[in-house]
């Protein structure tokens, strides 16, 4: 018993966050596009090899939408906005293997907005499989307008530019920025909060850590955002796909605080809150590195899950090297988002030399 009279028991306490949460967002517009809410799941043998602290996988990859991922979740705010802003068209960018481009055309495709893509070369990789299989022949079946950019070009002058060409013709077009991170998309990942944190109450869970591939940010951020709205203090760790730290870290910062704007409960954002491992980059944004190879081949052999090479992979590269390390030796249980990506394997055939 709690000898405290005006104490709430920690779940409903937690339960009635999630649920004064819930409501702000939905005051914002939203359509529906996700296979939600997706599973939370154990992976015991992976944590057995491992023998550190129990690991759950959030299954993002399983959002539904075009073999799914974590932009369709951003993409339920994003289309209603341009719903709402009566666009006929939405123009946005990637690199060329870009998940985000592939979630955002089939939800242009099923709500009869068509899509103009631009799709910026970071690798330099020149076989068939990498610029037009994978993603990008999925791009192909969406009926997407597809331009090909070098590696380099100012994307976000480029997708203004191509606006521009398209109001000339009498279209309407909707920019979305690159991972649909702006403040409408990350509410996707506010709202994935409260669902973990529902989920974790109903399975009894107490969770340690939150840990996710980072890229364009929107997805930390709006976690961030979520957690500190939920007023739980688990920590959060983004593994870093492109930028050094100290960029990643303000960049989800900032997003994190006009998120909150946007979502309009006006918690504070604590710049402590945001924290990203950048060591397992490799090479650079989209460059294979072999940690990576390492640990899909592990999470396929011992949970039969599909990872991707360029954010889900050198995410769980950097999970299963800080269990190693002993970083997270006091902890009971952690939850990796699987944010998705598998579909990118396929353009990634001609890069797996020597991995099986
Ligand atoms: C886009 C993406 C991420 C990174 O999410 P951001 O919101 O861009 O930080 C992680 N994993 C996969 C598979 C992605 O496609």
């Given at each position: 018993m709690n000898p405290n009279p005006n104490a709430t028991t920690p779940v409903s306490g937690i339960l009635e966050r999630c649920h004064i949460l819930a409501r702000s967002i939905q005051a914002h517009p939203r359509v529906k596009l996700g296979h939600l809410p997706t599973p939370l799941?154990?992976?015991?043998?992976?944590?057995?090899?491992?023998?550190?602290?129990?690991?759950?996988?959030?299954?993002?990859?399983?959002?539904?939408?075009?073999?799914?991922?974590?932009?369709?979740?951003?993409l339920e705010f994003l289309i209603?906005?341009?719903?709402?802003?009566?666009?006929?068209?939405?123009?946005t960018q990637g690199a060329t293997q870009s998940n985000h481009v592939r979630q955002s055309v089939a939800a242009a495709a099923k709500f009869g907005l068509k899509s103009h893509v631009l799709l910026e070369d970071r690798t330099g990789f020149p076989d068939a499989e990498y610029k037009?299989?994978?993603?990008?022949?999925?791009d192909r079946f969406f009926g997407a307008v597809i331009e090909h950019l070098p590696g380099g070009t100012d994307m976000n002058a480029a997708m203004e530019a191509r606006a521009e060409d398209l109001r000339k013709t009498g279209a309407s077009p909707y920019i979305i920025p690159g991972g649909g991170?702006?403040?409408?998309?990350?509410?996707?990942y506010v709202d994935c909060a409260r669902e973990l944190?529902?989920?974790?109450?109903?399975?009894?869970?107490?969770?340690?850590?939150?840990?996710?591939?980072?890229?364009?940010s929107g997805t930390q951020a709006g976690l961030v955002a979520g957690l500190a709205a939920l007023e739980v203090d688990t920590p959060l760790l983004g593994i870093g796909v492109r930028a050094p730290q100290e960029t990643?870290?303000?960049?989800?910062?900032?997003?994190?605080?006009?998120?909150?704007?946007?979502?309009?409960?006006?918690?504070?954002?604590?710049?402590?809150?945001?924290?990203?491992?950048?060591?397992?980059?490799g090479q650079g944004y989209g460059l294979p590195t072999a940690g990576m190879w390492d640990a899909l081949k592990m999470l396929a052999e011992l949970e039969g899950l599909l990872f991707d090479p360029v954010y889900s992979g050198k995410g769980l590269d950097g999970m299963i090297s800080l269990v190693r390390e002993g970083a997270f030796s006091d902890m009971k249980n952690i939850v990796f988002i699987h944010?998705?990506?598998?579909?990118?394997?396929?353009?990634?055939?001609?890069?797996?030399?020597?991995i099986f």
């Amino acid at each position: 018993m709690n000898p405290n009279p005006n104490a709430t028991t920690p779940v409903s306490g937690i339960l009635e966050r999630c649920h004064i949460l819930a409501r702000s967002i939905q005051a914002h517009p939203r359509v529906k596009l996700g296979h939600l809410p997706t599973p939370l799941e154990p992976m015991d043998r992976l944590s057995e090899a491992l023998g550190g602290p129990r690991i759950w996988v959030k299954r993002d990859d399983c959002t539904g939408l075009a073999s799914g991922g974590n932009k369709t979740r951003k993409l339920e705010f994003l289309i209603a906005d341009a719903l709402e802003k009566k666009a006929d068209t939405i123009v946005t960018q990637g690199a060329t293997q870009s998940n985000h481009v592939r979630q955002s055309v089939a939800a242009a495709a099923k709500f009869g907005l068509k899509s103009h893509v631009l799709l910026e070369d970071r690798t330099g990789f020149p076989d068939a499989e990498y610029k037009d299989g994978g993603n990008v022949l999925l791009d192909r079946f969406f009926g997407a307008v597809i331009e090909h950019l070098p590696g380099g070009t100012d994307m976000n002058a480029a997708m203004e530019a191509r606006a521009e060409d398209l109001r000339k013709t009498g279209a309407s077009p909707y920019i979305i920025p690159g991972g649909g991170s702006n403040p409408v998309g990350a509410l996707g990942y506010v709202d994935c909060a409260r669902e973990l944190f529902e989920q974790a109450a109903a399975e009894g869970l107490d969770i340690d850590l939150i840990i996710h591939a980072t890229g364009s940010s929107g997805t930390q951020a709006g976690l961030v955002a979520g957690l500190a709205a939920l007023e739980v203090d688990t920590p959060l760790l983004g593994i870093g796909v492109r930028a050094p730290q100290e960029t990643q870290e303000q960049m989800v910062y900032n997003l994190a605080c006009k998120t909150m704007d946007y979502l309009g409960m006006g918690h504070e954002i604590r710049r402590e809150a945001v924290s990203a491992d950048c060591r397992f980059v490799g090479q650079g944004y989209g460059l294979p590195t072999a940690g990576m190879w390492d640990a899909l081949k592990m999470l396929a052999e011992l949970e039969g899950l599909l990872f991707d090479p360029v954010y889900s992979g050198k995410g769980l590269d950097g999970m299963i090297s800080l269990v190693r390390e002993g970083a997270f030796s006091d902890m009971k249980n952690i939850v990796f988002i699987h944010t998705g990506g598998s579909v990118g394997l396929f353009g990634y055939r001609a890069h797996m030399e020597g991995i099986f």
